[in-house]
């Protein structure tokens, strides 16, 4: 029978591309206006890649600082996983050019498709294999660059998302002894492409000058149900951590950085204080699989994961797909 053992995460990375898109930079290519944005998203900027980079850039640079964290080299990795909507190319899996760029040579790698819960459902696929002894040394990484696939002639849409990626390191909880691995979930309600997708490209529509034509290789969004489904989920999600553990034992939420007043009207609904949660919205805007580990990076940064408290992630997106990952740090 498989070997069952704690497991932690032993390193963490995030990157940001360095160009800023401001509010302001928005008046000048949609009607819309600062105010609107902020009032009804938090959003006052968020970052777009580089002409020259994919988001297998964006990933490395990342991973090279999570792997730095974990005192592992890329050539130590056995596995890794790629969270991401925004691949470098629908195949090869984007986790190969990682793989390649790092140096990773002994690892093998896939990519995981799960809109803003990527990030949560690869670190659950990667903590479930080092828990049962199969890999003791997996990287995942959660990259987007939704400016590529954003319709700057869209205001419903392009005001909310940008782009960056953040990674992590799992490894035996004895090897690293921080961030032990608690559980988690994976949930989903299908059929609901007319709320949030990228209609074309896949084979349901192919991608075709007729598809490029209608715009159909855009994002495209229904923000009003996204933002009950966003609620319902997120105060669920959370509530049931508080039932299983005890106030006393949360020390902070990082949520899929969806939206400030997503996130507000939740805790809200939950009865929770907002001293709880991590959020870097206003600085990145939504970047999907992206979001959980960057936020989650900056969180340890600022000194927000207490030494023995629950670390919480819920993340929920386009599917509709939620879940979310405990940690004790
Ligand atoms: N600037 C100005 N006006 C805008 C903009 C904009 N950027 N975008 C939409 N509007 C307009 C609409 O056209 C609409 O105008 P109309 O009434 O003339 O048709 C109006 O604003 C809608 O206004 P509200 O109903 O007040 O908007 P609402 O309060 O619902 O806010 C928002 C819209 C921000 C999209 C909200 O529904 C929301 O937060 N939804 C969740 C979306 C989200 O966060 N998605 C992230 C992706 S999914 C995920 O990660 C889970």
Same mark, same amino acid.
Request: hydrophobic share 40%.
């Given at each position: 029978? @498989?070997?069952?053992r704690?497991? %932690?995460?032993?390193? $963490? *990375?995030r +990157?940001?591309?360095?160009r800023? $898109?401001?509010?302001?930079?928005?008046?000048k290519?949609?009607?819309?206006?600062?105010e609107?944005?902020v009032?009804?998203? %938090?959003?006052r900027?968020r970052r777009?890649?580089?002409?020259?980079?994919?988001?297998?850039? $964006?990933a490395?640079?990342?991973?090279?600082?999570a792997?730095?964290h974990?005192?592992i080299?890329a050539?130590?990795?056995q596995l890794?996983? !790629?969270?991401?909507?925004?691949?470098?190319?629908?195949?090869?899996?984007t986790?190969?050019?990682?793989g390649?760029?790092?140096?990773?040579?002994?690892? *093998?790698?896939?990519?995981?498709?799960a809109a !803003?819960? %990527?990030?949560v459902?690869?670190?659950?696929?990667?903590?479930?294999?080092?828990?049962?002894?199969?890999?003791?040394?997996?990287?995942?990484?959660?990259?987007?660059?939704?400016?590529?696939?954003?319709?700057?002639?869209?205001?419903?849409? !392009?005001? $909310?998302?940008?782009?960056?990626?953040? @990674?992590?390191v799992f490894?035996p909880?004895?090897?690293c002894?921080?961030?032990e +691995?608690? =559980? %988690?979930?994976?949930?989903?309600? =299908? /059929?609901?492409?007319?709320?949030? #997708?990228?209609?074309?490209?896949?084979?349901?529509?192919? @991608?075709?000058?007729d #598809?490029?034509?209608?715009?159909?290789?855009f994002?495209?969004?229904g /923000?009003t149900?996204?933002?009950?489904?966003?609620?319902?989920?997120?105060?669920?999600?959370?509530?049931?951590?508080?039932?299983?553990?005890g106030?006393d034992?949360?020390g902070?939420?990082? &949520?899929?950085?969806?939206n400030?007043?997503?996130?507000?009207?939740?805790?809200?609904?939950?009865?929770?204080?907002?001293?709880y949660?991590?959020?870097?919205?206003?600085?990145?805007g939504?970047?999907s699989a992206?979001?959980? &580990?960057?936020a989650?990076?900056?969180?340890?940064?600022?000194?927000?994961l207490?030494k023995g408290?629950?670390?919480?992630m819920?993340a929920? /997106?386009? *599917?509709m797909s939620?879940g979310?990952?405990i940690?004790r740090?």
């Amino acid at each position: 029978m @498989a070997e069952v053992r704690p497991v %932690g995460i032993a390193g $963490l *990375g995030r +990157y940001v591309p360095d160009r800023i $898109l401001t509010n302001q930079d928005l008046e000048k290519i949609v009607d819309t206006s600062d105010e609107w944005i902020v009032q009804r998203t %938090g959003i006052r900027e968020r970052r777009i890649a580089a002409d020259d980079q994919v988001t297998s850039s $964006l990933a490395v640079l990342a991973a090279q600082q999570a792997l730095e964290h974990a005192g592992i080299t890329a050539e130590e990795l056995q596995l890794i996983i !790629c969270a991401t909507v925004t691949g470098d190319q629908p195949f090869p899996a984007t986790a190969c050019r990682i793989g390649c760029d790092l140096g990773a040579k002994n690892a *093998g790698g896939f990519d995981v498709s799960a809109a !803003c819960v %990527g990030f949560v459902h690869a670190s659950q696929v990667a903590t479930n294999l080092v828990a049962s002894g199969a890999y003791d040394r997996v990287l995942v990484c959660g990259a987007e660059i939704l400016s590529r696939i954003l319709d700057y002639e869209d205001r419903n849409t !392009c005001v $909310l998302f940008g782009d960056g990626s953040g @990674a992590a390191v799992f490894t035996p909880h004895d090897d690293c002894q921080q961030g032990e +691995y608690l =559980g %988690g979930s994976m949930s989903m309600e =299908g /059929g609901a492409e007319g709320i949030l #997708s990228q209609p074309a490209g896949g084979s349901r529509h192919p @991608a075709s000058a007729d #598809s490029v034509a209608q715009r159909l290789h855009f994002m495209k969004m229904g /923000g009003t149900r996204v933002f009950r489904f966003a609620v319902r989920v997120f105060a669920k999600l959370v509530r049931d951590v508080i039932d299983q553990y005890g106030i006393d034992q949360l020390g902070c939420i990082i &949520p899929h950085q969806v939206n400030q007043r997503i996130i507000e009207t939740a805790m809200e609904q939950i009865g929770l204080s907002m001293d709880y949660v991590f959020c870097n919205i206003h600085r990145y805007g939504n970047t999907s699989a992206a979001s959980v &580990p960057i936020a989650l990076r900056e969180a340890y940064e600022a000194g927000r994961l207490e030494k023995g408290k629950l670390v919480v992630m819920p993340a929920f /997106g386009a *599917g509709m797909s939620w879940g979310h990952t405990i940690f004790r740090w």
